[in-house]
């Protein structure tokens, strides 16, 4: 309802002609309509004449309102989902003109995700904090970033004397480069204190966020003991050319005004056995991802080589995302 | 029925009064569409219109939350003596407690409401249609209480003002036990609003085990003396009789609490500045600042300043037993508590972020008109319960169809009983 665009956006063209070619989406959608949504419908057009209601107006008011009625991801059965994600690819269309691909790819059997951060070989150069941003279409606006790579002078690993807002030639002599993101722990404090399950654990470990059920309480970010939830202060702005139309449910697709978001390790690249952005983009190779539960893969190759380390242990939120050196 | 000329005669009530009456609701009201105006705007725009941050991700909204908390706990104070104890100076002023814990529900619900960013989707949270997750999340634990609590709090005193109303005794079974649960609920909801804060490891400043104790002892200080300050309005505007004795007993309940309180910070203190551990980084920030950030130093340190002075004052006996002296020192004190539990521990926690990132926090226009504007709404609230409840009290409103008029009383007093003063040896009966 309040992504209801007042004025014809430059996508609106496409997609009336797209409106014409596929009636039958209104049509299905019209049958199912229940006496509340007709209700719901009414009074969200009542504040405009009639007449001035086009057939769009009424469609997208209409999925707005279903969306707005729709249950908590996690238990949705498959067909709630599949519905779900057509309006929203249908509302991506309306809205913005653009033709988004929203998969609800599960957890594939046998894969829990782990990383690990080369500490010797990371030498600041922020990549992966470029690729992230484009990769899970992040508020270009506020410029939301869910990685933070610290600047620390040799000899300690203090994050208090850290400087992760550094603007000057990298590598800086003397020093050495540490990232962060969310380090989906095993047993992650985010989880326990959401009131209204909006937030969980998936199987293969990934901590995600139904963005539609955060009520945007944000005890969540407060719960975060490595800083990596971010909230939509404001409507996050990507522009259209530099969406990525390649989306997730619980990923990158897109936010709205007041609900908490984070770092998926890439959902919708991860289950497809692709490597999340961050760690493709590092010019370096500081960054290795993989199947913790695989022997032969090379996270477990430096789990088991290298002397390895994680950030605030003595929390017992138990990250899956390691440090080492070389 | 009763009801509907209760509910008409409680309206009217509510809107006639003294021309001082109209203009002081009229001055709220003035506010609180003040603090509509601020909300619509950032319902518009998003919380990025209030001076929150990805850093410091909770700010005035939910400092004024766990006050309230403890204003509406602490409301419970009167209700205890006066129900557990029969302490018959108390009976008359439980009402008034009430409606001081309803009104700070109220503003407590308000606040939640406020901060959140989505709150269309505020129905997530009921149980059957949505999902509360409960007992894992403080956050619904809190939802619970509270509203659990409010509902306590309407029903206790709707049930005695309406047999007055029908000119009958309430009887002391039917509400009794109510009254009991109601005092343990009390402490109840603040405690689990201090665990809410204290069982996050991610926030050392909040992490610690006094955390709970001290929510109670703060709000026992600030809710009697807010209460000692509305009886003494409520004996110079209205005819309610206020016993001298609950406001002398009242003044010694914030008395204790307030040295209490004091001794808790003075611990919370030490164990925070004595070995500087990472522990004590935020307690620093928030007293002496870091690193060129010190927005909350001259904050902190008047709330402090502020309350030892009321606390001293207050331990003088001449002084707490001098009206002119007890009011001033118990607005202090409400000030200075608000201040120290409020922002003084609420913004901290962020300061500096888990990963030590510093990031100030200033609350813009906006959050101020809508925390006026919540404030507003609260003393609205409580100033037409307080205006409903007197003349029903006095005996001067009373159902047209009530069988036998009499003058009802909470607890009757028993008039040929002494009174005596807080320092004297209670006498045993």
Redesign the interface.
Known sequence: ?MDAPDRPSPGSVPAEGSLLAKPVDRRRALTVLAGAAVAGVQALSACRPASAVTDEEREVKLLAWRE?IKG?YR?MTEAERAETIARLERQAMLQRGSAVTIQSTGAQPGVVFGYAFNISKCKGFRSCVEACINENNLDRN?DTQYI?I?EIEDGVV?????D?SFQHEVPAEGHFYLG?QCFQCADP?CV???????TWQEPDGITVIDY????????C???????A???????PEVPVPELNTNQHYLGNRAR?????EKCTFCIHRTRQGRLPACAEACPTGARVFGNLLDPDSEIRWVLEHKRVFRL?ED?KTEPRFWYFSD | MHLKPFLTSALRSATSGGARYHVWMGLLTLVMLAGAWAYSIQLR?????TG????V??GLYISNFTFLVGLAAAAMMLVLPAYVFDDVDFGRAVLIAEGVAVAALVMCLLF?IV????????W??TPGI????WP?????WD?LVLNGYLALNLAIPFYILYSHYRGARPERKKYLPWMYIAVMWAVSIHLVTAF??A?????PYWNTALLGPRFLASAFTAGPAFVIVLLWVIRRETRFPVAEGAIRKLAVITTVAAQINLVMLLSELFYKFYSPT?HG?NARYLFFGLEGHHALVPWIWTAIALNVVATAGLMIHPLRRNIRWLIPACVVLFVSIWIEKGIGLVIP??V??????IVEYVPTLVELGVTAGVWATGLFVLTALVKVAIPIELGEVRSPLAQEPQPARVIRPRAARPRYDDDRPVRIR
């Open positions: 309802m707005y908590n238990y506020a933070r610290f203090d994050l208090d004397h850290a992760a962060t404090p326990k204190v959401c009131p209204v399950g909006a539609d059920w955060c009520i945007g309480c944000r005890y970010m407060a719960a975060c003991p490595y800083w939830r971010r909230f939509n202060w404001s409507a709205k005004t007041g609900v908490v605030k929390l | 725009f998003g919380l990025g219109v929150l941050s990805d850093h991700s909770w939640v901060d959140i960013g989505n709150p269309l989707a505020a997530h949270l949505g999902y509360l997750n894992r999340s403080l956050l619904a939802v809410l804060l069982g996050l490891p991610a926030r990472h980084i926690g962020f500096p972020s888990p990963l030590g990132e």
